[in-house]
């Protein structure tokens, strides 16, 4: 038990499995929230160099995820960009990896785009899509139900940090 000037350090089992990150993942940032800190930071500007930190290691998983649609999806069309850290117009800070094509660009519509961003009214720096909301659901078979989990763990993920922006972090005991 912490002090009681000292904020409570995020509960980490002893192991979890490469599914559970997600998991650590949010009861990390409902225990910064609480603490009003980022990671060991609680100054805005600690925060920030924790951001741009947090933006260094994203950066070759987010560049390869966008390298993977590419390949996968846009046979090696594409092009993806990473986009350094920058002010936001209410002085908080932003980053973004893209990922463009030839029939994008000709259809007038943004590219895949991933977002790290730290709003100057934000206590935490959050990660977003640029415009996801749905996703297919191509589910015939057991296999298939499974392999969706990771989008699953993601969405669901997302919402109870909707929730919790709406209500606050103590909606996550």
């Not at 600690?46 to 846009?74: C, S, T």
């Not at 590219?111 to 720096?125: D, E, F, Q, R, S």
């Not at 298939?144 to 109870?160: C, S, W």
Request: glycine content about 6%.
């Amino acid at each position: 038990m912490s002090a009681p000037d000292e904020p409570d350090e995020p509960e980490e089992p002893d192991e979890e499995s490469p599914a559970d990150g997600h998991l650590a993942a949010l009861r990390h940032h409902f225990a910064c929230a609480r603490a009003e800190r980022n990671g060991h930071a609680f100054a805005r500007l600690a925060k920030e160099r924790a951001f741009r930190r947090a933006v260094e290691l994203l950066d070759p998983h987010a560049r390869a995820v966008l390298d993977e649609l590419d390949a996968g999806l846009l046979r090696g069309s594409g092009r993806v960009d990473g986009h350094p850290v920058s002010r936001l117009p209410d002085a908080g800070l932003h980053a973004l990896w893209t990922l463009s094509w030839p029939a994008q660009a000709d259809a007038g519509v943004d590219p895949v785009t991933l977002h790290a961003y730290y709003a100057a009214a934000l206590p935490l720096p959050l990660l977003c899509a640029g415009t996801v909301g749905d996703w297919p659901l191509a589910v015939v078979d057991a296999a298939q139900a499974a392999a969706a989990r990771p989008v699953l763990r993601a969405a669901a993920a997302a919402e109870l940090l909707n929730l919790a922006q709406q209500a606050g972090p103590d909606l996550i005991p």
